[in-house]
Nanobody, 126 residues
Framework: QVQVVESGGGLVQPGGSLRLSCSAS????????MAWYRQAPEKQREWVAT???????DYTDSVRGRFTISRDIRKNTVYLQMNSLKPEDTAAYYC?????????WGQGTQVTVSSWGQGTQVTVSS
């Protein structure tokens, strides 16, 4: 069983940058085709970017030129560098590892692009 774990999400202002990381277990990481997907509220999950075992990359049109996918085989990690972020990039981002007929997903990491802050809870109680 391959474990896939994403990290690096958060809140960022429009025009800002984030780098997502995805680590995958297994001794044949270099043989995996790795991809990032995203899912916004009430929308279908959509493909964002792929890096193949041969390090060929491809991107969906809406992120091409702004996002860069890369991999570090020594660390069993794939990255998604996201620049010039837009509010429409807000979504849960998922990493997928694929080898032959096998496909593994992570739990996702939330990316929110907004000029608003996260807010802070105030509780008044007697």
């Amino acid at each position: 069983q391959v474990q896939v774990v994403e990290s690096g999400g958060g809140l960022v202002q429009p025009g800002g940058s984030l780098r997502l990381s995805c680590s995958a277990s297994g001794r044949i990481f270099s043989a995996y085709n790795m991809a990032w997907y995203r899912q916004a509220p009430e929308k279908q999950r959509e493909w964002v970017a792929t890096i193949t075992s041969g390090s060929r990359t491809d991107y969906t049109d809406s992120v091409r030129g702004r996002f860069t996918i890369s991999r570090d085989i020594r660390k069993n990690t794939v990255y998604l560098q996201m620049n010039s972020l837009k509010p429409e990039d807000t979504a849960a981002y998922y990493c997928n590892a694929r080898f032959r007929e096998y496909s593994y997903w992570g739990q996702g990491t939330q990316v929110t692009v907004s000029s608003w802050g996260q807010g802070t809870q105030v509780t008044v109680s007697s």
